[in-house]
C-alpha cells in the first residue's frame, strides 16, 4: 500500500540536502536518544513536502486514502487532537449566534467551542442506563423530538462513542437531520478503530472527528476530520484556524503509516483478535455487555466494580494501568496492540480481585443545571475564584468535569445549586476544588 506523505519525506531526506530551514535540529541531532530515529523526517513545509493546509502533494493523496478508507469525501489531517476537530467541525457546521443541539453527554471542547462561536446550546435528554449508571445511546426519537419543538436548529452535536463504548445510531439520527435541512456534526474521538471491526458508525454523518493516536498505532495528539459535502478549501481553512502553523511532520507521518497497517489484512486481523478477548473478559467477569437496543464498542471493556478508585489502585499495585475509573466502572481500552498474553496477564489479576467486583450503590443521572448566560458570556466574564463547596448559587464560569472522561457536570453560565454540590460530592469530586464563577456586580 502507498504512503505518500512517508515516501515524499524520506525522498527528501535520502539526498542529504543543505537544511537551511526548521527545525533547528537540522534531521542530525536531538539530545533524547530515542527521538533521534525520528529527526529526518522532521521537516517543515516545503515544495517537497508539502503544506498541511493547503491543496497538493503529498497530503492530498494522503488523506484521500484515509477519506476512501472511513467512506467520507475527504480527510484532513490534524496534529491538536479530537478537540482540534470539533472546533473545526463544529465551525463548518454552525454559524455563530445559531441555536445547536448538543449531546449533554459531550467532552469539554465542545463546550468551549460553544463558547468561541458564540453558539446557544439546546440540549438534549440525558439517556441513563438504569442499573448500568452510565450514560446510554442518544434515541433517534429524541433527536426527532427536540427538532420539532426547536425547527430553526440546523446543527446536531453527538458523542457517539461514549467514554464507555456505547454507540449511537448515526445512521437513523443523520436521516432525521438531513429530512430537516440540518447538519450532524459527531464527535467519534474513541471510534477511530471501528471501522476495522466491519462497523459502519458514522455513516450519514456529515463531520466527525476520531482520534488516532487513542486506539490505532499513531502518535499522541493525532487526530482526523472526515467531512462529507464540504468544500475541501474550507476545511483545511478552518481547521489552519485551529492548529499550529508549524504542525509536526512525525505526528502526520505516523497517521499516513497507521492507515498503511491497517488498510492491510494485518491490521483488521489485529483488531478481530483483540475484540474476541473482550467477549470473553465480558463472559467472565461483571460487566457492561452489548444487548437488544445497546450496541458497543467490541474493544471497550468496562468492568462492574464496587469501588472504582479502590479498585484502580489495586490494579496499579499490580503493574495495570486502567484508562479511567468512576464510582462503580473500570475502563479499560483494548486494541490491536495488546498482545495474547497482555489478555492473559490481565485476566490473572482481574481473577486475583474477584471479590471487589459487583454492583456498586446505584448512582443517579448527573443533574441539568439552570442555564443563566450563555456559554460565551460566562466563559469572558469578570470572574473570581474560590472553593466548589462554597459555591452554591453561583454562576460557574469554567467547566466542572471530572477528567476523565472531561463531560462537565456543571457548564459556562450554568447555576451551582445544592443538587450539582450532592451529585459532585456523592461521585467523590474534590469540593475543595478551586473553581472560576462569575463575578457579581
Given at each position: 500500500?502507498?504512503?505518500?506523505?512517508?515516501?515524499?519525506?524520506?525522498?527528501?531526506?535520502?539526498?542529504?540536502?543543505l537544511?537551511?530551514?526548521?527545525?533547528?535540529?537540522?534531521?542530525?541531532?536531538?539530545?533524547?536518544?530515542?527521538?533521534?530515529?525520528?529527526?529526518?523526517?522532521?521537516?517543515?513545509?516545503?515544495?517537497?513536502t508539502?503544506?498541511?493546509?493547503a491543496?497538493?502533494?503529498?497530503?492530498?493523496?494522503?488523506?484521500a486514502?484515509?477519506?476512501?478508507?472511513?467512506?467520507?469525501?475527504?480527510?484532513?489531517?490534524?496534529?491538536?487532537?479530537?478537540?482540534?476537530?470539533?472546533?473545526?467541525?463544529?465551525?463548518?457546521?454552525?454559524?455563530?449566534?445559531?441555536?445547536?443541539?448538543?449531546d449533554?453527554?459531550?467532552?469539554?471542547?465542545?463546550?468551549?467551542?460553544?463558547a468561541?462561536?458564540?453558539?446557544?446550546?439546546?440540549?438534549?435528554?440525558?439517556?441513563?442506563?438504569?442499573?448500568?449508571?452510565l450514560?446510554?445511546?442518544?434515541s433517534?426519537?429524541?433527536?426527532?423530538k427536540?427538532?420539532?419543538?426547536?425547527?430553526?436548529?440546523?446543527?446536531?452535536?453527538?458523542?457517539?462513542?461514549?467514554?464507555?463504548?456505547?454507540?449511537?445510531?448515526?445512521?437513523?439520527i443523520?436521516?432525521?437531520?438531513?429530512?430537516?435541512?440540518?447538519?450532524?456534526?459527531?464527535?467519534?474521538?474513541h471510534?477511530?478503530?471501528?471501522?476495522?471491526?466491519d462497523?459502519?458508525?458514522?455513516?450519514?454523518?456529515?463531520?466527525?472527528?476520531?482520534?488516532?493516536?487513542?486506539?490505532?498505532?499513531?502518535?499522541?495528539?493525532t487526530?482526523?476530520?472526515?467531512?462529507?459535502?464540504?468544500d475541501?478549501?474550507?476545511?483545511?481553512?478552518?481547521?489552519?484556524?485551529?492548529g499550529?502553523s508549524?504542525?509536526?511532520?512525525?505526528?502526520?507521518?505516523?497517521?499516513?503509516?497507521?492507515?498503511?497497517?491497517?488498510?492491510?489484512?494485518?491490521?483488521?486481523?489485529?483488531?478481530?483478535?483483540?475484540?474476541?478477548?473482550?467477549?470473553?473478559?465480558?463472559?467472565?467477569?461483571?460487566s457492561?455487555?452489548?444487548?437488544?437496543?445497546?450496541s458497543?464498542?467490541?474493544?471497550?471493556?468496562?468492568?462492574?466494580?464496587?469501588?472504582?478508585?479502590?479498585?484502580a489502585?489495586?490494579l496499579?499495585?499490580?503493574g495495570?494501568?486502567?484508562?479511567?475509573?468512576d464510582?462503580?466502572?473500570?475502563v479499560?481500552?483494548?486494541?490491536?496492540q495488546?498482545?495474547?498474553?497482555?489478555?492473559?496477564?490481565?485476566?490473572?489479576?482481574?481473577?486475583?480481585?474477584?471479590?471487589?467486583?459487583?454492583?456498586?450503590?446505584?448512582?443517579?443521572?448527573?443533574?441539568?443545571?439552570?442555564?443563566?448566560?450563555?456559554?460565551?458570556?460566562?466563559?469572558?466574564?469578570?470572574?473570581?475564584?474560590?472553593?466548589?463547596?462554597?459555591?452554591?448559587?453561583?454562576?460557574s464560569?469554567?467547566?466542572?468535569?471530572?477528567?476523565?472522561p472531561?463531560?462537565?457536570?456543571?457548564?459556562?453560565?450554568?447555576?451551582?445549586?445544592?443538587?450539582?454540590?450532592?451529585?459532585?460530592?456523592?461521585?467523590?469530586?474534590?469540593?475543595?476544588s478551586?473553581?472560576?464563577?462569575?463575578?457579581?456586580?
Open positions: 500500500m502507498p504512503t505518500p506523505l512517508y515516501d515524499a519525506l524520506r525522498a527528501y531526506a535520502g539526498k542529504s540536502p537544511r537551511f530551514h526548521m527545525p533547528g535540529h537540522k534531521g542530525r541531532f536531538l539530545p533524547v536518544p530515542e527521538l533521534m530515529s525520528l529527526a529526518p523526517v522532521d521537516l517543515t513545509e516545503l515544495s517537497p508539502g503544506n498541511l493546509f491543496a497538493g502533494e503529498p497530503f492530498d493523496s494522503a488523506q486514502l484515509w477519506a476512501e478508507l472511513f467512506g467520507f469525501d475527504h480527510c484532513q489531517f490534524l496534529t491538536g487532537g479530537s478537540t482540534m476537530g470539533i472546533h473545526t467541525g463544529l465551525t463548518l457546521c454552525a454559524r455563530p449566534g445559531e441555536q445547536i443541539l448538543v449533554r453527554n459531550c467532552h469539554r471542547a465542545v463546550f468551549n467551542a460553544l468561541l462561536l458564540d453558539l446557544e446550546p439546546v440540549y438534549l435528554e440525558r439517556p441513563w442506563l438504569k442499573g448500568e449508571d450514560i446510554g445511546p442518544i433517534p426519537e429524541d433527536v426527532e427536540s427538532l420539532n419543538r426547536h425547527p430553526d436548529i440546523k446543527t446536531v452535536c453527538i458523542t457517539s462513542p461514549t467514554y464507555a463504548g456505547v454507540l449511537s445510531n448515526i445512521g437513523a443523520s436521516r432525521i437531520v438531513h429530512a430537516r435541512g440540518g447538519k450532524l456534526f459527531v464527535d467519534g474521538a471510534g477511530a478503530h471501528l471501522p476495522f471491526l462497523l459502519a458508525p458514522f455513516w450519514g454523518a456529515d463531520a466527525v472527528t476520531v482520534s488516532a493516536h487513542k486506539t490505532l498505532p499513531a502518535m499522541g495528539q487526530a482526523l476530520l472526515f467531512t462529507n459535502r464540504m475541501p478549501d474550507r476545511v483545511r481553512q478552518m481547521a489552519s484556524v485551529y499550529s508549524s504542525p509536526s511532520y512525525p505526528m502526520l507521518v505516523s497517521l499516513d503509516a497507521a492507515r498503511d497497517w491497517l488498510a492491510g489484512e494485518e491490521g483488521f486481523y489485529q483488531y478481530r483478535r483483540a475484540a474476541c478477548r473482550v467477549a470473553e473478559l465480558r463472559q467472565k467477569f461483571p457492561l455487555r452489548p444487548r437488544p437496543g445497546l458497543l464498542d467490541p474493544c471497550r471493556f468496562v468492568l462492574k466494580v464496587k469501588d472504582g478508585p479502590a479498585f489502585a489495586a496499579e499495585e499490580r495495570v494501568y486502567p484508562e479511567m475509573e464510582g462503580g466502572h473500570v479499560f481500552i483494548c486494541t490491536a495488546d498482545s495474547d498474553e497482555d489478555f492473559h496477564c490481565l485476566e490473572r489479576v482481574l481473577e486475583e480481585l474477584r471479590d471487589r467486583m459487583g454492583d456498586c450503590p446505584s448512582i443517579p443521572a448527573p443533574p441539568i443545571p439552570e442555564r443563566v448566560l450563555s456559554p460565551r458570556q460566562a466563559l469572558f466574564a469578570p470572574s473570581r475564584v474560590w472553593p466548589l463547596e462554597d459555591c452554591e448559587g453561583e454562576i464560569a469554567c467547566q466542572i468535569a471530572p477528567y476523565p472531561g463531560v462537565p457536570v456543571v457548564a459556562p453560565g450554568e447555576r451551582i445549586s445544592k443538587k450539582e454540590l450532592a451529585y459532585l460530592q456523592k461521585i467523590g469530586y474534590n469540593m475543595l478551586e473553581i472560576r464563577t462569575v463575578q457579581s456586580d
